[in-house]
């Protein structure tokens, strides 16, 4: 009797493993893209701490409204954990850099903008002056608690911040572009909570009646746009803030004193009515 060998079949094996291979490079195409952080650390941790609070506050309340807030809390709280925001994945923002800087022209192109500007009487050499000693800033902004030179065109600022986002803001800054009498830029440095570059330029009102004043910034803040949108619905909206704080400086600079309006029905430069004086100059 003979005995028949049969030969192996060779690559039937690697065959199977390619099949094999594909399956699974098909399926973790398929995977969502819930699994992609593009949130930075110190957001992550601004998100955490902000949802656990609008959870609590909305689920005491038992109310619609505060089953909304607690809804928006519970996102914010997967956002902190995860390090995944759909929003950001939509508008293509990534804030996973060193310290979650993002690049400048990131900021620019995708964070929040503000522009606003004022006519003050006052030549453009003495607004300059006084808004580039950037320690006199908290006497016409009532958002910000102080502002401290630390050398070599840089500064640490404490601003007020929502009681969502921990009630108070802090980060570090660096001027980028100084010309004298004419315009300040600046930006935040690197691992700071709030992503920010922004300007004020000053440029002569035609037939001598003053200086126009423009600010314009851009800026990603704590819990990014959602945190934004929040600070507005706490009627803390930053276009707002910027439009009274020149009014401060208008005020401050062509009165030597800010006035409030407590007790009166419209505020004056010449000190009539019931106005409190709040700063001299």
Not at 64 to 87: D, E, I, K, P
Not at 89 to 103: F, L, S, Y
Not at 225 to 241: N, R
Request: charged share 25%.
């Amino acid at each position: 009797m003979s005995t028949v060998l049969q030969e192996p079949r060779v690559g039937g094996g690697t065959d199977t493993s390619r099949r094999q291979g594909g399956q699974m490079q098909q399926r973790q195409q398929q995977r969502p893209a819930t699994s992609k952080i593009n949130v930075g650390e110190n957001e992550r941790n601004v998100s955490m701490a902000a949802g656990a609070i609008l959870t609590l506050q909305g689920l005491s309340r038992g109310t619609l409204v505060g089953w909304a807030t607690a809804a928006v809390g519970g996102f914010m709280l997967y956002r902190g954990a995860t390090g995944h925001c759909a929003m950001y994945e939509a508008m293509q923002i990534d804030t996973r850099h060193t310290g979650g800087r993002q690049p400048q022209d990131e900021i620019t192109d995708k964070g929040v903008q503000i522009e606003q500007s004022m006519l003050i009487q006052k030549s453009s050499d003495e607004l300059y002056k006084f808004w580039r000693n950037f320690e006199n800033l908290p006497r016409i902004m009532t958002n910000l608690v102080s502002v401290n030179n630390t050398g070599d065109r840089k500064t640490h600022w404490v601003v007020k911040a929502p009681k969502i986002v921990g009630g108070q803001v802090e980060w570090d800054a660096e001027v980028t572009g100084d010309e004298p009498g004419r315009a300040i830029r600046w930006r935040t440095a690197e691992g700071s909570t709030v992503d920010h570059v922004g300007e004020i330029r000053f440029e002569k009102a035609p037939g001598d009646r003053g200086t126009y004043v423009h600010v314009r910034m851009h800026y990603v803040p704590p819990a990014g746009k959602l945190g934004h949108i929040i600070a507005m619905l706490f009627d803390d909206h930053p276009a707002t803030k910027v439009r009274d704080d020149l009014r401060n400086f208008k005020r401050l600079m062509e009165c030597g004193e800010i006035l409030t309006t407590i007790g009166q029905s419209r505020g004056s430069c010449t000190g009539t009515g019931q106005g409190k004086i709040q700063e001299k100059l």
